[in-house]
């Protein structure tokens, strides 16, 4: 039996990999898109981690990706951010159409940093989505 004493320090060491969720096919709002998620936090992407005039519509998460994680400082707090490869179809072709032929355009490829969607909004106005294509 252990006899405690001021000063000691219990360290917990649970695995939580990275992992991407997916919802059930008939939700159709975010078919054939992945949630990120590392044990009980839900991370997001912001417009700020975008190269300029890039939309959050426009990205295509690379799910083979190698997902690392890092701390990053967000209103004076450490959060644990995941880095992952993305890219952006550079197709700006659409000019308000509603269809057109598929095309393979090349896409620009972009490492992208999420955060904790608890954090989100405090680096100004801009986009963020939870769901992304891939």
């Avoid at 998460?61 to 190698?66: E, I, M, T």
């Avoid at 701390?71 to 707090?77: A, E, G, L, P, V």
């Avoid at 992952?84 to 308000?96: G, L, P, V």
């Amino acid at each position: 039996m252990q006899k405690w004493k001021k000063g000691d320090v219990i360290e917990l060491n649970i695995p939580m990999p990275v992992e991407l969720m997916q919802a059930n096919p008939l939700v159709e709002e975010v078919k054939n898109q992945v949630a990120v998620k590392r044990g009980p936090i839900v991370y997001c992407l912001e417009s700020d981690q975008l190269p300029e005039n890039a939309s959050i519509n426009e990205v295509v998460l690379d799910v083979n990706s190698k997902f690392t994680t890092d701390f990053i400082k967000i209103c004076d707090r450490q959060l644990l951010s995941i880095t992952a490869s993305s890219s952006i179809n550079n197709d700006t072709s659409w000019d308000k159409k509603l269809y057109k032929p598929l095309s393979a355009k090349d896409s620009k490829e972009f490492t992208v940093k999420l955060i904790p969607y608890f954090a989100w909004g405090n680096h100004g106005k801009g986009e963020m989505s939870v769901w992304l294509s891939h």
